[in-house]
């Protein structure tokens, strides 16, 4: 079954995360995505080297369904081959500072005189206004700017998620932004712009403590895996491991509660509301920790679960591939690539559609794997192409 954006080609000129997997969801949805690289790669295909040829981990994600290109937009003969690959795109994808865009002849305005119905999807560290417009950064720098990495960790040290989400928020961001805008364009016949930034993303994903503070100004602080506005919401140790679990809610509570032997803080005063009960999380959480600490993971996994009450282990890289439940459900797809050892377990998308086909179709490109064949598409002769590679321009 072809997919819902079939027909539709996107000039991936993203790097690491944020444009990048913006691209992957667009490949997923059917669009054919051509990923173009420096010459000698970019520098996000060698991140988290796995493969004998240095590619990482965050290409084998973040390439899969795509076309792999090379070329030098700088030179005078590859503005001519980008004036050419625009012409027969929808989107283009970039996460890259202004100037760049500019001097690479990728920013709105050079784009949309080459294609007028163009869309650009640009991802940026802080916008592309404001004061700090010119800055480039990375997933940490949302985090840390966003009040979340304050909030995380335990006595002086604020600690950050080494799972960029704020990449991954922003990518998911800005393809909901493209599919509007092509949306948009079938109804008009007009392309836009489309802007996403980390710290946008990082601060709509830690907006619940800014209102707080903004409404109310508790002063919060961090306090380890401890929640802040409900209890128990924190990370216990068991027999043989650890266990999460999370009571939100009275009737949650109640059954937890009942769980632990203690009916009679159904009546404490300090344990009333959620609130009430993650400005006293220490003495819940104590309970929920001898609980735990005299049941094996499993067990105590076990009995919650009968309560009906939210929780689960905390599991190693190495256990989630183990997982009967990722398993199951297919989570990971192992998908071939040369200078692998072994199949790499690649996350398929984490949407089902009932109707419409999405997900891995292709494994991630060799470097120029897709370059001559793009190049003859768009007109240029064995002799051409043979011609570019000399020059460098592909």
């Known amino acids: 079954m072809a997919g819902v954006l079939e027909g539709t080609r996107v000039l991936d000129f993203g790097r690491y995360i944020a444009g990048p997997f913006c691209a992957t969801m667009l490949a997923d949805l059917g669009a054919e995505v051509i990923r173009i690289e420096r010459i000698e790669g970019s520098e996000d295909r060698f991140v988290s080297s796995v493969a004998k040829g240095g590619e990482g981990g965050t290409l084998l994600q973040m390439g899969r369904n795509k076309l792999g290109f090379t070329l030098d937009p700088m030179k005078p003969r590859g503005k001519e081959v980008l004036a050419r690959l625009v012409k027969t795109a929808d989107v283009v994808v970039a996460n890259l500072p202004g100037a760049t865009l500019k001097a690479m002849g ?26 700090y417009a010119e800055r480039v950064g990375f997933d940490l720098m949302g985090q840390a700017m966003s009040g979340a990495m304050y909030l995380t960790g335990e006595g ?30 079938r109804k008009t ?148 690539y040369p200078g692998l050892p072994r199949p790499a377990p690649v996350a398929d998308t984490p949407v089902r559609l009932s109707r419409s086909s999405w997900g891995i179709r292709r494994r991630a490109p060799l470097l120029a794997e897709h370059t001559e064949a793009i190049l003859a598409e768009l007109g240029y002769s064995p002799a051409e192409i043979a011609e570019l590679r000399k020059a460098k321009v592909v």
């Open 189 to 336: 016949g007009e392309g836009q712009m489309v802007e996403a930034s980390l710290l946008s993303t990082a601060t709509a994903f830690n907006n619940n403590f800014l209102i707080e503070e903004g409404v109310l100004a508790p002063g919060r602080t961090r306090r380890g895996n401890r929640g802040f506005h409900h209890a128990p919401n924190d990370a216990y140790r068991t027999k043989d491991g650890w266990l999460v679990t999370m009571v939100v809610g009275r009737p949650l509570f109640e059954r937890w509660a009942r769980l632990m032997g203690e009916p009679h803080w159904l009546t404490d005063p300090r344990f009333d509301s959620d609130l009430d009960r993650g400005e006293h999380s220490d003495v819940i959480s104590e309970r929920m920790a001898r609980w735990c600490g005299e049941r094996t993971t499993g067990q105590a996994i076990a009995e919650l679960e009968q309560a009906r009450i939210p929780a689960g282990p905390v599991l190693s890289p190495a256990q989630v591939l183990a997982d009967p439940h990722v398993r199951a459900r297919q989570l990971l797809k192992p998908i071939e």
């Open 156 to 185: 002086e040290t604020p600690t950050r998620t080494n799972t960029p989400y704020v990449d991954y928020g922003t990518a998911l961001f800005a393809c909901v932004g493209t599919l509007v805008a092509l949306m948009e364009r």
């Open 106 to 131: 990728i920013d709105y305005a050079s784009l949309k005189a080459i294609k007028p119905d163009i869309v650009l999807t640009v991802c940026t560290a802080f916008g592309t206004d404001g004061p």
